[in-house]
Structures are given as structure tokens and as C-alpha cells.
């Protein structure tokens, strides 16, 4: 997509600058003011994509070029008996890139941005609608553009078509490589550390990390969807949970590390499975972990599924001890009627909302009404993406007494966790602090975080 991204906006850089320059030189202004904007959109464009703003990089790169290539088809480019139109072409073009770029929207927006492209060429190749103005362009500019038009527009579906065919082959060579991946033991696991407001470690997220022997370590943000879509969500993520109680296991055997808590985040996939809950107690089992130290993240997506099925599963799982929280609060599915139904015992102040905290009103207002929420209902509540001390202050001044993010640690092999936590340890003379537990819950030895 990025790769798509970045051929649109250079062809149509490339061709705005030459065809901008040609009616400059003509005393063209308002044309060329047309072809200096689709420059100007070429570049924002291209500073998304870099920034990794692929979702707003694609509407602007379509939106902007469907209107321009219509104006510029009906207004400047009117064919005659001697010279066919020729600017329409691009829209096969768009069409093609299009079918790419919306493939993960939804399906009225995938399927129907192609097809008004397709449908607008037919109209334009078909008819000779248009406005006859004074701003047509004349038959001997649009001669010589009826052969740049045509060969730019069928050398970038060209270009487009070679980039999916690529894509496609790149996405099947990594489902392959990440299947074998999880049968050749690919799959690591780093450690962020979750810190109380005295700073002390209470326990640790697990993030997976892919470490391909060609590629070197892979970040999660580029396998997972992989993952997702090829149907290994499912042993990936037992993997995962596997590796995190067996990491258990090795800290309940030093008193140093006996009460950290290890949270393991659960995708959706493996929540609808019939079976999961025993699939769960049987890996906790059978690593002989502590369950009243694992605490199951979920994200809002879960939510979109069955509540019923979904409560009746984080019961039977939290009557053995094992806790809950809820990921990415106040971004998705959440609600009141949820958040009363589900047995949980953390909510997680999303990171977006943390950063944004101090500079605009309404995320430091969800912010602090998160954490209202979570005292109301008996929850821990954990702000995640804590980057700053000045983020800390006001998170703290709010009521939030738990933090995650790279002010505190950034996510670390097992290795390098356990030696900061030994030199983390070292300058805190406080006693470990006991488990907070829940208030609907207090009752129950096995309720944390």
C-alpha cells in the first residue's frame, strides 16, 4: 500500500509538473493553478505516507485526483471530430490503484470507489459531455496530449497491476514464512513493565515479537494483521500464552519476582472459539502457573461478538483466578451496559488519550472520566503510552495510580527486563507492594489486576 501510495503521488507529481510548466509557458494560468495543486496534493500525499498515515494518504490521493481528472476532463479537455479526448484515461488508471488502497475499508467503500471511476471513464469514453468554454484547450495542445495522456495512463495501470502482483507474492511468501515461523520457534516475547504511583513494578505486559532469520526481529504491527487474515491468529496466540505462563512458572521460583502479574493480550479469533476456555486453563495447567498472576487483555473488538457467550467465558476463566482488562478503553465497541455485564478487573486508559493530554481539553476530560468510571465500578484503571513526566503529573493529579509506557521501560527481552527490574528493585526501599484488588471482587483471593 505504502509502495502504491507513493507511485500515485509521483506520476501524478511528475505529470502536473510537465503538462504545469507546458501552460505556464502558454499563459494558461487557471490550468496551470490546477496542475500546481495536484502537485501540492502529490506532496501532502507523500508526507502521510511517510508518516505512516496510509488510510488519510489514500482518501486524499483519491478523492482529490477523481475531482481534479473530471474538472480537467469536461472543462479543458472537449473532444472534436479531429482530436478524442484523452485526460479520462487516468480514471482506469485511479480505478486500478483504488481497488488496492480500499481493500481494507468497508465493502461499499471498497467496492464502490472502483466502480464510479469505471463507471465515470464509461461516461466520459461514451459521450462528448463536457462545457465548451473559453477555457477548452485547443485541438493542437490536446493532439500532442492525446499521446502522453494515453501512455502515462497505461504505464501506471501497468505500474499499479506490477505492484498488487508483487504484493500478492510478498503476502503469500510471508504467510509461509510466518507458519513456519510458529513451528520452528520464531516467536519471542518482550517484557513492558507496569509501575504503581511510587513507582514500583507490579507486573508486565508481554508484547510478541516475530525474530525472522533473514528479516531480523519483526515488529508485531506487521504480522499480526498477517496473522488475522491467514487464520494463525489462533496458534500464534496459544503460543504466545504458553510462552508467558512458562515465563510465570520461572518467577514464582524467586522471591524477588513471585508477585508480578503478566498481562497477554487475546484477540477476538481466539475468543470465539468453543473450546477456549479449555484451551486456556490446560496451557495454565499444564506450565503450572499461578492463574491469579495472568491477566488476559482484551481489546473492544471482542465486544462486537456474542456478550453472552463472551461473559459466560471470562467467568469460568476468573473462577479459576485468571483477571481481565480491558484494552484500548473508549476507542471502539465500549459501553456502560458492557462494562457492567463483563467481569472485569482493569480498564486501560488509551494511549492516544495520553498523549493528548494538556493539550486539548476534551481527551484530559475521557481521560479523568476513565478513571472516575473505573473507582465507580471497582476497577484498577492503567493509563498505557505514559512518555513523559509532565504525562505522569496529570494522570496522577487525576486519580490514576498505575502507568505503562516508555517513560518507565520500553518493552525488553526476558534478559534485559530481569536486570532492570534487579537494578529497579535495588533503589526502592519500599516493601512490594500488595495486589490491588477490585473492589466488586474483594472478597476473592484470586481478583487483581
Not at 479531429?82 to 482506469?92: G, N, T
Not at 493530554?357 to 484498577?380: F, K, M, Y
Request: one cysteine or more; aromatic letters at 8%; a neutral charge.
Amino acid at each position: 500500500m505504502r509502495r502504491l501510495l507513493l507511485l500515485a503521488s509521483g506520476v501524478t507529481a511528475c505529470l502536473s509538473l510537465f503538462w504545469g510548466g507546458f501552460f505556464l509557458l502558454r499563459g494558461a494560468w487557471l490550468t496551470a493553478a490546477l496542475d500546481g495543486l495536484a502537485i501540492a496534493i502529490a506532496v501532502g500525499a507523500v508526507w502521510l505516507t511517510l508518516r505512516g498515515h496510509l488510510g488519510a494518504a489514500s482518501r486524499l490521493v483519491i478523492g482529490m485526483l477523481y475531482c481534479l481528472l473530471v474538472l480537467n476532463t469536461v472543462v479543458f479537455d472537449i473532444p472534436s471530430a479531429e482530436v478524442p479526448r484523452s485526460a479520462h484515461q487516468f480514471l482506469l488508471a485511479l480505478a486500478v490503484v483504488s481497488c488496492l488502497l480500499t481493500r481494507g475499508e468497508p465493502p461499499w467503500l471498497r467496492h464502490g470507489v472502483p466502480l464510479l471511476c469505471f463507471a465515470t471513464y464509461v461516461v466520459l469514453a461514451s459521450t462528448n459531455t463536457g462545457f465548451v468554454t473559453s477555457l477548452a484547450l485547443p485541438d493542437s495542445v490536446r493532439a500532442t496530449g492525446v499521446w502522453i495522456n494515453q501512455a502515462v495512463a497505461l504505464a501506471t495501470v501497468y505500474a499499479a497491476l506490477h505492484v498488487i502482483q508483487s504484493d500478492v507474492a510478498e503476502r503469500d511468501g510471508l504467510h509461509t514464512e510466518l507458519r513456519d515461523g510458529l513451528l520452528h520457534g520464531e516467536m519471542l516475547l518482550h517484557y513492558q513493565p507496569q509501575v504503581d504511583a511510587a513507582g514500583r513494578t507490579f507486573g508486565a505486559e508481554a508484547l510478541v515479537r516475530w525474530r525472522h532469520p533473514q528479516r531480523g526481529l519483526v515488529p508485531p504491527g506487521e504480522f499480526i494483521p498477517l496473522a488475522e487474515r491467514s487464520g494463525l491468529m489462533v496458534p500464534l496466540g496459544e503460543g504466545v500464552l504458553r510462552t508467558a505462563c512458562a515465563q510465570l512458572v520461572a518467577w514464582q521460583q524467586r522471591p524477588q519476582t513471585a508477585m508480578l502479574v503478566l498481562a497477554v493480550n487475546v484477540s477476538a479469533m481466539q475468543f470465539v472459539q468453543p473450546d477456549f476456555v479449555a484451551r486456556v486453563l490446560a496451557i495454565v495447567h499444564a506450565a503450572g502457573a499461578d492463574p491469579r498472576r495472568l491477566k488476559l487483555e482484551l481489546t473492544e473488538s471482542v465486544l462486537a461478538n456474542d456478550i453472552d457467550d463472551l461473559v459466560a467465558k471470562m467467568s469460568a476463566l476468573k473462577a479459576h483466578g485468571i483477571g481481565f482488562s480491558l484494552d484500548d478503553f473508549g476507542t471502539g465497541f465500549s459501553s456502560l451496559s458492557y462494562l457492567r455485564r463483563l467481569p472485569l478487573d482493569q480498564l486501560k486508559i488509551d494511549q492516544s488519550f495520553v498523549r493528548a493530554l494538556g493539550c486539548t481539553a476534551e481527551d484530559s476530560a475521557i481521560a479523568q472520566a476513565v478513571v472516575q468510571l473505573g473507582r465507580t465500578l471497582g476497577l484498577h484503571v492503567i493509563a498505557e503510552g505514559v512518555e513523559t513526566t509532565g504525562q505522569r503529573a496529570l494522570l496522577a493529579g487525576i486519580g490514576c495510580e498505575a502507568y505503562q509506557g516508555y517513560l518507565f521501560g520500553r518493552p525488553m527481552p526476558i534478559n534485559e527486563f530481569e536486570a532492570w527490574l534487579a537494578v529497579r528493585n535495588a533503589a526502592t526501599s519500599t516493601p512490594w507492594p500488595e495486589r490491588p484488588v477490585a473492589a466488586r471482587a474483594a472478597a476473592a483471593e484470586a481478583s487483581f489486576i
